[in-house]
Every structure is written in structure tokens, then in C-alpha cells.
């Protein structure tokens, strides 16, 4: 069984920054896991944000790059999601995976 609980959502102004992460636990070798973030726009369709494998090579939503920065912390079971930059067409629920188990999500609500 896998524990994900993201944090770090919020309210923010449109230009701004914000870092999501999210703790893992249970049992899992977290080191050789795929950690990946989506989010859910209102109203529309999970799309894929980021992922990141245990290879390290990383790959981003076209909307995305540029601005959003993914990166694990082995050690610690964590990963984060780094947004810049950010607009109002990012607001939505965040939501963490590690090998295909889902987080709660965490609300991002970027206002113009």
C-alpha cells in the first residue's frame, strides 16, 4: 500500500510561483519508481504534467515547459513540482502519482 499526500496548493497571482510536493510512504521502492504530476483544469479532462522515471530523464506537458520544474528526492520520498511563471489557464487540482497510485490532490488556483 502507497501513502501520497501532495501540499503546497493555493491561491497565487498570475506571474507567480508556487512548489508543490508530495510525501510517499508505504511500501515501495521509491528509488525505482516513475513520480509524476497531473492536474484537473475545472471542468475539463486529468492531463499529464510532468513525469519523471527512475532514469532521471524528464518530460513535460507542452504548456508547460519552460515554466514547471519536476524533481525527487530519493532520500526522503518526495517529490515536487516547480511552477513559474504561472497563468490563469494553470488552475486546477494537482494531483501526485508514484507508479500509478494517486494522491488526494491539492488546489492551485492562479488568478489574473
Known amino acids: 500500500q502507497v501513502q501520497l499526500v501532495e501540499s503546497g496548493g493555493g491561491l497565487v497571482q498570475a506571474g507567480g510561483s508556487r512548489r508543490l510536493s508530495c510525501a510517499a510512504s508505504g511500501s515501495m521502492t521509491f528509488s525505482s519508481a516513475t513520480v509524476e504530476w497531473y492536474r484537473q483544469p475545472p471542468g475539463k479532462q486529468r492531463e499529464r504534467v510532468a513525469s519523471?522515471?527512475?532514469?532521471?530523464?524528464?518530460n513535460y506537458a507542452d504548456s508547460v515547459k519552460g515554466r514547471f520544474t519536476i524533481s525527487r528526492d530519493n532520500a526522503k520520498k518526495m517529490v515536487y513540482l516547480q511552477m513559474n511563471s504561472l497563468e490563469p489557464g494553470d488552475t486546477g487540482v494537482y494531483y501526485c502519482?508514484?507508479?500509478?497510485?494517486w494522491g488526494q490532490g491539492t488546489q492551485v488556483t492562479v488568478s489574473s
Open positions: 519523471l522515471p527512475y532514469t532521471g530523464r524528464t
Open positions: 502519482i508514484v507508479n500509478f497510485n
